[in-house]
């Protein structure tokens, strides 16, 4: 079992940066891929990033490519969302989830195959 426990959520201003992290309290944290979800006011959870078991693949949603930068240190147990050029309808309750890591570059944007969540950190941008 994996137990996931996000942070670094808050209020922001438009164009503002923001870093997440998902830290793995227990589990065998290397041994699986890890993804980013968000849920809007109002909207069903929806994909944000995932990286593979060892870091070397990653995959982000195509609408938040080229600011959304995900990164983990498998040292540390930790996941890592980079946000940059933030914008109002980036405000939401994010989430890690991680799901089993059948290769070394096995990844999902399916939410369905993610087994493991955290609780969620809200991310507030102000216009």
């Known amino acids: 079992q994996v137990q996931l426990v996000e942070s670094g959520g808050g209020l922001v201003q438009t164009g503002d940066s923001l870093q997440l992290s998902c830290t793995a309290s227990e589990g065998a944290f290397s041994n699986v891929a890890i993804g980013w979800f968000r849920r809007a006011p109002g909207k069903e959870r929806s994909f944000v990033a995932v990286i593979s078991q060892s870091g070397d693949f990653t995959f982000e949603a195509d609408s938040l490519k080229g600011r959304f930068t995900i990164s983990r240190d498998n040292t540390k147990n930790t996941v890592t969302l980079q946000m940059n050029s933030l914008k109002p309808e980036d405000t939401a309750v994010y989430y890690c989830?991680?799901?089993?890591?059948?290769?070394?570059?096995?990844?999902?944007?399916?939410?369905?195959?993610?087994?493991?969540w955290g609780r969620g950190t809200q991310v507030t941008v102000s216009s």
């Open positions: 989830a991680a799901h089993p890591a059948y290769s070394s570059r096995s990844v999902s944007s399916d939410l369905d195959d993610y087994i493991y």
